[in-house]
C-alpha cells in the first residue's frame, strides 16, 4: 500500500488532470491487488484440513502441509509438516507461529502439555505451531522424520596431533552415515534455514499476509534464518533465550560466548567471597592446573579433566544461588583429589552434545587442528576459568568430518527489517541483544538471573511479548523482568 501512495504521488506532482486519472487508476489496480491477495490467501487457508489433533485435549486442531524435501526443488519430492492451531478466544489480529527450539521439537506436544501458557495471547491471536521436519517418531513428532541414531555423545577431547584430528573426523562421519544413508535427500536439508522456508510456507498456507514469530532456545536460529530469507514478510519476530546466529565476525561470537560463562562463574566467585567459601577461587585455579595435567578420578572408574570440570561447574554457576553450596563443596572435594561430587545423577557422565543433524550444517566447525588450537589458545585468554566449555568451540568438535557442509553459516541481519524483540536471562540477553541490535527500533527484554527463555516463566516478559506480537507495542528500551 504504500508502495501505491508513492507512485501516486510521484504522478500527482509530475502531470495535472492527466496525472490524477492515472493516480486514480494506480489506487483501484492497488485496491483490487489487495482483495485478490487477501482472497488467494483465504483460499490457501481454506485448503488447509483441518481437523482434531492426535490424542487432543485442548480443542487444538491439526492439517498436513506438503512442502519440498529440498526447497531448490520445488518440483521434487515432498514430505508432510503437522501443523497445529489453537484458535483465538476473542477477535483474532491473525496467527502467532511458534516454535520451542531442541532444535527440532514436536511443538503440537509442547503446545498440549503447556497450553495455558498461550491464554492471553490467544485471546488475540491464533496460536500455530508445527513439528519440525526430520524429528519425528522419535521425538513424539508427526511431521516426517529422519530415521537416525538420535543419541547423545561425550565431547570428544581436543586432538593432541594431526592423526588425532583425523581420527575424530572418521568418529563423526561414522555417526553421521547411518542418519544419512536412512535418508540423503532429507539428511541434507535440515538446517535452520530449512525450517525458516517451511515457516514460509506455513505463513502462505494460513493465508497471512505477513509473519508474527515466536522462536525459543533453538528456534530463534529458525527466526534469524527466515529474517534474512525473507525480510519483507516479518511483521513482529520475538527472539527468546536464543544465541546469536547473525554475527559477520565469528571467531569474536565465539569470544562472547566464551565471555558469557566467565561471567556465571564470576557471579559464583563473587558470592563465595562475601560468604563462607572465600577460599574457592583459588582452590578453582589450583584443580584446573591439577586437571590439565592429570585428570583428577571419581567414582564407578571416572576421571575429569580440566575441561570437563570447566563444563560442569559453568552448567552449577549459571543455575544461580541454589547451585552455588553444592559447587563450592565440590570444588573442595575435587581439590582434595576426589571428583565424585561432579557426577551427574542422571545420563553421561561426562560433557555431552546430541546427533548434530541441524547444529552441524547451521555453524562453523574448524577445518584443521591448526584453526582448533588457534580458537581454543584465544577462548582461554578471554575466560580464564571457564575457558572453551559450554561453547560451540567445544559443541562443533562432533561436526569435524561431517559428511555435509554449512549450508546455514552465520551472517548479519538486513537492516530494512521492522523491529526485533529479543528476551533472555544471564547471557543469553546479551547474545539476543547482539542480534536484534542490527535492526533499529528494536529493544531486548533482560532478567537478571538465571533461566532459559522467559515467555513460559515470566509473566512480566510474557506481557510484554504479547502485546508486541498483537499490537507492535514495542517495550520501552532497558526492560527488566
Same mark, same amino acid.
Given at each position: 500500500? =504504500?508502495?501505491?501512495?508513492?507512485?501516486?504521488?510521484?504522478?500527482?506532482?509530475? %502531470?495535472?488532470?492527466?496525472?490524477?486519472?492515472?493516480?486514480?487508476?494506480? #489506487?483501484?489496480?492497488?485496491?483490487?491487488?489487495?482483495?485478490?491477495?487477501?482472497?488467494? &490467501?483465504?483460499?490457501?487457508?481454506?485448503?488447509?484440513?483441518?481437523?482434531?489433533?492426535?490424542?487432543?485435549?485442548?480443542?487444538?486442531?491439526?492439517?498436513?502441509?506438503?512442502?519440498?524435501?529440498?526447497?531448490?526443488?520445488?518440483?521434487? #519430492?515432498?514430505?508432510? =509438516?503437522?501443523? %497445529?492451531?489453537?484458535?483465538?478466544? %476473542?477477535?483474532?489480529?491473525?496467527?502467532?507461529?511458534?516454535?520451542?527450539?531442541?532444535?527440532?521439537?514436536?511443538?503440537?506436544?509442547?503446545?498440549? &502439555?503447556?497450553?495455558?501458557?498461550?491464554?492471553?495471547?490467544?485471546?488475540?491471536?491464533?496460536?500455530?505451531?508445527?513439528?519440525?521436519?526430520?524429528?519425528?517418531?522419535?521425538?513424539?513428532?508427526?511431521?516426517?522424520?529422519?530415521?537416525?541414531?538420535?543419541?547423545?555423545?561425550?565431547?570428544?577431547?581436543?586432538?593432541?596431533?594431526?592423526?588425532?584430528?583425523?581420527?575424530?573426523?572418521?568418529?563423526?562421519? %561414522?555417526?553421521?552415515?547411518?542418519?544419512?544413508?536412512?535418508?540423503?535427500?532429507?539428511?541434507?536439508?535440515?538446517?535452520?534455514?530449512?525450517?525458516?522456508?517451511?515457516?514460509?510456507?506455513?505463513?502462505?498456507?494460513?493465508?497471512?499476509?505477513?509473519?508474527?514469530?515466536?522462536?525459543?532456545?533453538?528456534?530463534?536460529?529458525?527466526?534469524?534464518?527466515?529474517? #534474512? =530469507?525473507?525480510?519483507?514478510?516479518?511483521?513482529?519476530?520475538?527472539?527468546?533465550?536464543?544465541?546469536?546466529?547473525?554475527?559477520?565476525?565469528?571467531?569474536?561470537?565465539?569470544?562472547?560466548?566464551?565471555?558469557?560463562?566467565?561471567?556465571?562463574?564470576?557471579?559464583?566467585?563473587?558470592?563465595?567471597?562475601? *560468604?563462607?567459601?572465600?577460599?574457592?577461587?583459588?582452590?578453582?585455579?589450583?584443580?584446573?592446573?591439577?586437571?590439565?595435567?592429570?585428570?583428577?578420578?571419581?567414582?564407578?572408574?571416572?576421571?575429569?579433566?580440566?575441561?570437563?570440570?570447566?563444563?560442569?561447574?559453568?552448567?552449577?554457576?549459571?543455575?544461580?544461588?541454589?547451585?552455588?553450596?553444592?559447587?563450592?563443596?565440590?570444588? #573442595?572435594?575435587?581439590?582434595?583429589?576426589?571428583?565424585?561430587?561432579?557426577?551427574?545423577? &542422571?545420563?553421561?557422565?561426562?560433557?555431552?552434545?546430541?546427533?548434530?543433524?541441524?547444529?552441524?550444517?547451521?555453524?562453523?566447525?574448524?577445518?584443521?587442528?591448526?584453526?582448533?588450537?588457534?580458537?581454543?589458545?584465544?577462548?582461554?585468554?578471554?575466560?580464564?576459568?571457564?575457558?572453551?566449555?559450554?561453547?560451540?568451540?567445544?559443541?562443533?568438535?562432533?561436526?569435524?568430518?561431517?559428511?555435509?557442509?554449512?549450508?546455514?553459516?552465520?551472517?548479519?541481519?538486513?537492516?530494512?527489517?521492522?523491529?526485533?524483540?529479543?528476551?533472555?536471562?544471564?547471557?543469553?540477553?546479551?547474545?539476543?541483544?547482539?542480534?536484534?541490535?542490527?535492526?533499529?527500533?528494536?529493544?531486548?527484554?533482560?532478567?537478571?538471573?538465571? *533461566?532459559?527463555?522467559?515467555?513460559?516463566?515470566?509473566?512480566?516478559?510474557?506481557?510484554?511479548?504479547?502485546?508486541?506480537?498483537?499490537?507492535?507495542?514495542?517495550?520501552?528500551?532497558?526492560?527488566?523482568?
Amino acid at each position: 500500500m =504504500l508502495k501505491s501512495i508513492v507512485i501516486a504521488l510521484a504522478l500527482i506532482g509530475s %502531470g495535472g488532470l492527466h496525472a490524477q486519472h492515472s493516480a486514480d487508476q494506480v #489506487r483501484q489496480s492497488s485496491a483490487d491487488q489487495v482483495r485478490q491477495g487477501s482472497a488467494d &490467501r483465504a483460499r490457501q487457508a481454506d485448503a488447509l484440513a483441518w481437523s482434531a489433533c492426535p490424542d487432543d485435549k485442548i480443542d487444538m486442531l491439526c492439517a498436513d502441509l506438503q512442502v519440498p524435501v529440498d526447497w531448490r526443488k520445488p518440483d521434487g #519430492r515432498k514430505i508432510t =509438516l503437522k501443523l %497445529g492451531r489453537l484458535k483465538a478466544t %476473542g477477535a483474532a489480529k491473525g496467527s502467532a507461529l511458534v516454535a520451542y527450539g531442541g532444535p527440532g521439537a514436536p511443538g503440537i506436544g509442547y503446545t498440549q &502439555r503447556f497450553p495455558d501458557q498461550w491464554a492471553e495471547l490467544r485471546a488475540h491471536m491464533d496460536v500455530v505451531t508445527w513439528d519440525t521436519r526430520g524429528y519425528g517418531k522419535q521425538f513424539g513428532g508427526l511431521s516426517t522424520g529422519l530415521p537416525c541414531l538420535w543419541s547423545r555423545y561425550p565431547i570428544a577431547e581436543f586432538p593432541e596431533d594431526d592423526a588425532d584430528f583425523a581420527r575424530l573426523s572418521d568418529t563423526n562421519r %561414522g555417526i553421521a552415515e547411518h542418519c544419512r544413508q536412512s535418508d540423503p535427500e532429507l539428511f541434507a536439508n535440515m538446517s535452520s534455514a530449512d525450517h525458516a522456508r517451511d515457516m514460509e510456507a506455513i505463513r502462505k498456507a494460513l493465508g497471512a499476509a505477513e509473519l508474527n514469530y515466536y522462536g525459543a532456545s533453538y528456534a530463534g536460529f529458525f527466526g534469524q534464518a527466515y529474517a #534474512r =530469507l525473507f525480510p519483507g514478510q516479518v511483521r513482529t519476530m520475538v527472539l527468546d533465550g536464543t544465541w546469536s546466529h547473525s554475527s559477520a565476525d565469528w571467531a569474536r561470537e565465539l569470544e562472547e560466548m566464551a565471555k558469557s560463562n566467565e561471567e556465571f562463574l564470576t557471579r559464583f566467585f563473587t558470592w563465595c567471597k562475601a *560468604g563462607d567459601c572465600r577460599d574457592v577461587p583459588r582452590t578453582w585455579r589450583a584443580l584446573l592446573a591439577r586437571a590439565d595435567r592429570t585428570p583428577i578420578p571419581a567414582k564407578d572408574g571416572v576421571a575429569y579433566t580440566g575441561r570437563d570440570l570447566r563444563s560442569f561447574a559453568v552448567s552449577s554457576a549459571r543455575q544461580g544461588k541454589p547451585a552455588w553450596p553444592k559447587l563450592a563443596k565440590a570444588i #573442595r572435594a575435587a581439590h582434595g583429589g576426589d571428583a565424585s561430587a561432579f557426577v551427574p545423577e &542422571r545420563g553421561h557422565r561426562y560433557p555431552d552434545q546430541s546427533t548434530g543433524v541441524t547444529e552441524c550444517v547451521d555453524w562453523p566447525r574448524p577445518a584443521t587442528r591448526t584453526d582448533l588450537n588457534a580458537t581454543i589458545a584465544r577462548l582461554r585468554r578471554v575466560a580464564p576459568n571457564a575457558g572453551t566449555a559450554n561453547s560451540l568451540a567445544t559443541g562443533t568438535l562432533a561436526c569435524v568430518g561431517w559428511p555435509a557442509p554449512v549450508t546455514n553459516p552465520p551472517a548479519p541481519l538486513p537492516k530494512t527489517l521492522p523491529p526485533l524483540l529479543g528476551a533472555g536471562a544471564w547471557g543469553e540477553s546479551d547474545a539476543v541483544g547482539r542480534v536484534v541490535s542490527q535492526v533499529p527500533g528494536s529493544a531486548t527484554i533482560t532478567h537478571d538471573g538465571p *533461566g532459559h527463555t522467559l515467555y513460559g516463566t515470566n509473566p512480566c516478559a510474557r506481557d510484554h511479548i504479547n502485546r508486541y506480537l498483537t499490537d507492535e507495542t514495542m517495550p520501552p528500551r532497558g526492560t527488566k523482568c
